[in-house]
């Protein structure tokens, strides 16, 4: 009895494979044309199927399966030209099997299906439809088999020893297994870690060399194990051409969907967790994105639409890119809807950047479908396929360009069980950080790390190149005593969503591989805590769940979120007038500032490393060669001739590096004085060419230099080929 | 013959309390421990057991008895509860005995509080009072003693 059970189920599983493969051969067909091999392949499907259905009995399944082979042999044979109604019919064929099979697995017994309609519309088929025009290729294929003639196919001994010899080759797993000898390898690389650490204390070269050893070989183990669970993404992707096929039909529209890297694998958990998502920005796609053929005729478009889905692999990560070449997100349609949904007032609107806008998308509740349709356009879209990917631990991204299409980024790790971590210290605790969240390491060292967190209405921020980071103190968040010298300050980057914020921990310590675990179920509600793992010493670590961490800590709220960006807005508005400024000690004297922004680097180079090509100076610089200007020329000021020629005498050259146009320049000063960051207020504009105006900086007047303008005259200049002429 | 039954048992101050025989996966010695903040208060931290990672509670503060004195370290009683293993720290681990059924009595007066609602009964023996803790309600903190 047990026995025949698991007949039962690998017939179940194989059957569902083979109509999966047969669906993506019919499609194929029907978009290139009856390629033989395809052909071929399809009527094995239906074969197989027929085979085991006659063994274990269900002549339901056998008849019609057996209905489909027949026609398809016809095909083969050149006998059967391939017309549209075939490929919905056999369409159906797979449709029809598949829900035998279904209620075969849920009864366990014997379907009560009747295919005997379908049946006789295939046989139809296989009548009265003659060869009408016979596909080239298929002529020289029935060359070779000249003798066939009996409309019954026969050939099928050879091909079942084929196919049987192939999948010699592989063998079924079950999925419990599998995860089993995940775990196992989990624990192997935990208490690899801690033998590690104890080689460190020996000094026998035996010993160093096993354990070595034992390290390659987990190592190596781990990424087999993690391999067989991977599966390409095209298990996923296969039933897409079907959907969108359907979904086209019904909604009248003519698409075709281009796959790119379907041989891109991911973890099985992974793959179930992006099934829901992706299908739902596929059928957007399709029923918002694509227009209808007379309005894309009219936008001197194809009239077929085009959805590319492409993933492959980048740093670690899966990139999954679906893009339409449709309509786009009309951005004020996005506006609009927000608007009337009190999402965000108007006043919040007026403030927000296109790019926020779009944002906007995957705000719960939005949808900007101009009728609720059956497939989408419920307002239950963007939001859940964006939940759903961060879950994962993965980002979404969306571009759309009116007119010209939309295009959907999704970026996901490889695999959730065992996964690169940043450790950090705060309160005497070690907590693992997932790398997928980590953007960068800030460390502010002496007065500077006070002076530069700030406090806006109440919320410290660091000011992050320009932008304000607001901070979250690990120690706080937690309610335990941080343990830190009081001048020292390290800042993790991280990413919550589509927002940044800060953590500042005691100490930051290193990364490693960590296996994640579950925490026990009087835990489980804490939800800062992503899980537990066991460090190289032995001892637990908690994950930090950064998006609950973020949360608990207010910084990605709804609310706060706006309160944030009314602040930013605030601040930036503060900032036009207070920002970072570089002081410079001018020729002759003067004091000249730039600000900080423009400045890529500080360098300094010895006056040996300065070459010459033409009329420039020149230095190699990180593998390329970075043009030196002089400030002096950049202001074309005679007067400060003598100055740039004491300058180029010194043995050390102060240079600030800025990008002009793409590429690196460097600006030779006098000497770098300061960086500040001040209030600016333009006493006097336009004194001379290059400068701004000037203004009094920590209480002397200094020039601000207008980096742009005069870099733009020593462009024109350069074209004059002289341009030490014009001085 | 009535039912004899096997206990675990350990020690908390004065009093003497056993756990069913068949619901302790292991004792062991006192493991390094890391703390887990935001947690309830009854959590002391969490312990590898193997690589396993278990959630271990002060039984002290649980039956709500006063923080141990001295500096002597706290056993693991890890006990089986639903899917998951939780340890009980407890300060000194007592033998196995075997008890009468028939020698079940409710719970001392001596024992007040909550601690009292952790408790199924007692057993008399020869020359003390063996407390029978219910390990079900024991487990059950995870909602209102957060602290």
């Keep these: 009895m047990a026995q025949l059970n698991e007949a039962l189920r690998e017939f179940l599983d194989e059957g569902t494979e083979l109509l999966d493969q047969a669906e993506q051969d019919l499609l194929a067909i029907e978009k290139g044309g009856a390629e033989p091999a395809t052909v071929d392949s399809l ?52 449709d029809a099997v598949r829900k035998m099979l279904a209620s075969i697995l849920n009864t366990g017994g014997a379907s009560d299906h009747h295919p005997e309609a379908l049946i006789e519309r295939l046989e139809k088929l296989l009548l009265g439809g003659p060869p009408s025009v016979q596909p080239a290729k298929r ?80 190592t190596e183990l781990q990424e087999a194990v993690m391999k067989a669970r991977l599966q390409p993404i095209n298990n996923v992707w296969a039933k897409f051409p079907r959907m969108v096929h359907d979904l086209a039909q019904q909604t009248g529209k003519q698409v075709r969907v281009e796959m790119e890297g379907r041989e891109t694998e991911l973890d099985r958990t992974i793959m179930e967790a992006i099934k829901d998502p992706l299908t739902h920005v596929l059928r957007n796609a399709v029923d918002h994105g694509i227009e209808s053929p007379e309005r894309r005729r009219t936008a001197g478009k194809p009239e077929e639409g085009r959805i590319d889905l492409r993933a492959f692999h980048e740093g670690g990560q ?21 608007l009337e949904k009190g999402i965000v007032t108007a006043e919040q609107l007026a403030r927000m950047s296109e790019r926020e806008v779009m944002a906007l998308i995957f705000a719960p509740g939005l949808s900007t479908a101009e009728q609720v349709t059956d497939i989408s356009g419920r307002g239950v879209g963007m ?134 675990k579950p925490l026990g179920k009087h835990l489980k509600g804490i939800r800062v805590f992503a899980g537990a793992t066991i460090l190289g010493d032995g001892r637990v670590a908690l994950i930090l769940d950064v998006f609950g961490l973020a949360q608990r800590a207010n910084v990605v709220a709804e609310s706060h979120d706006r309160a944030m960006n009314e602040r930013v807005a605030h601040a930036q508005a503060e900032d036009q007038s207070r920002q970072s400024w570089l002081l410079l000690r001018a020729p002759n004297d003067g004091r000249m500032a730039i600000p900080l922004s423009l400045v890529s680097r500080l360098e300094e180079f010895p006056r040996s490393a300065v070459e010459r090509t033409g009329t420039r100076d020149v230095v190699q610089y990180r593998g390329k060669i970075l043009p030196l200007l002089d400030l002096s020329r950049l202001l074309a000021d ?19 590096v800025f990008s002009h146009q793409g590429s ?30 000037t203004a009094v900086i920590q209480g002397r007047v200094t020039e601000l230099l207008n980096l742009q303008s005069a870099l733009r005259a020593l462009d024109r200049a350069a074209v004059s080929a002289q341009p030490k002429g014009n001085a | 013959m009535s039912g004899r039954l096997q206990f675990c ?59 141990k004195s001295g500096d002597a370290l706290p056993m693991n009683v890890v006990v089986r509860h639903e899917d998951a293993v939780v340890s009980l720290l407890v300060d000194e681990i007592g033998d196995v005995i075997e008890v009468d059924e028939d ?19 007692s057993y008399k023996l020869k020359d003390r009072l063996l407390i029978a803790l219910d390990t079900d309600r024991v487990m059950c903190f995870a909602d209102g003693h957060s602290t």
Excluded at chain 1, 193 to 210: G, I, R, V
Excluded at chain 1, 398 to 426: F, M
């Design chain 1, 318 to 338: 899966v990139i999954i890119e679906v893009s339409d070449d449709g309509a786009g997100i009309d951005i004020d349609r996005v506006r609009q809807r927000s």
């Design chain 1, 638 to 656: 005679p007067r400060s001739a003598q100055d740039a020629q004491a300058a180029t005498d010194r043995e050390t050259l102060q240079v600030v």
């Design chain 2, 103 to 121: 020698s079940f009595e409710p719970p001392p007066d001596t024992l007040q509080g909550s601690a009292r609602e952790l408790v199924r009964g």
């Design chain 1, 139 to 218: 002529k020289e294929a029935s060359a070779s088999t000249p003798a066939s003639t009996s409309t019954t196919p026969e050939p099928e001994p050879a091909q079942d020893a084929s196919s049987s010899a192939n999948t010699s080759s592989s063998i079924r797993v079950g999925v419990v297994q599998l995860e089993r000898l995940m775990n196992l390898v989990g624990e192997l690389v935990l208490t690899r870690n801690q033998l590690l650490q104890f080689t460190l204390s020996h000094e026998d070269p035996a010993f160093l060399t096993t354990s070595q050893r034992l390290n390659l070989i987990t």
């Design chain 1, 383 to 516: 939001d859940v396929v964006r939940t759903n990917v961060e879950k994962i631990g993965g980002t979404v991204d969306l571009q759309s360009r009116p007119g010209q299409g939309t295009n959907l980024k999704i970026k996901i790790p490889l695999t959730l069980a065992i996964i690169p971590a940043l450790i950090v210290t705060t309160g005497g605790d070690r907590y693992a950080i997932p790398q997928v969240s980590l953007l960068e390491l800030v460390r502010l060292e002496g007065a500077q790390a006070q002076a530069q967190i700030e406090s806006i209405q109440g919320v410290p921020v660091y000011r992050l190149r320009g932008n304000l980071l607001p901070l979250v103190f690990l120690s706080r968040e937690l309610r335990v005593d941080a343990q830190t010298a009081a001048d020292l300050t390290n800042i993790v980057v991280l990413q919550a969503g589509d927002r940044q914020f800060g953590l500042v921990v005691d100490q930051v310590n290193d990364t490693e591989e960590i296996v994640v």
């Design chain 2, 9 to 67: 048992t350990f020690f908390l101050g004065n009093y003497f309390l056993g756990v069913e025989v068949e619901r302790i996966q292991e004792v062991i010695r006192y493991q390094a421990m890391t703390r887990v903040p935001l947690a309830p208060g009854v959590v002391r931290g969490l312990i590898n057991l193997r690589g396993q990672i278990v959630t271990a509670v002060d039984l002290r503060r649980r039956l709500e008895l006063p923080e």
């Design chain 1, 43 to 94: 009527f094995r499907c239906f074969h197989s199927i027929k085979g085991s259905a006659g063994l274990l009995g269900f002549p339901e399944v056998q008849h019609l399966t057996h209905a489909a082979e027949n026609v398809l042999g016809r095909i083969r044979d050149g006998k059967l030209a391939v017309a549209s109604e075939i490929i919905s019919s056999l369409l159906r064929v797979v």
């Design chain 1, 664 to 693: 690196d320049i460097g600006l030779r000063v006098e000497q770098i004085l300061d960086v500040v960051q001040e209030k600016v207020t333009l006493q006097q504009t336009e004194s001379r060419p290059g400068v701004l105006g």
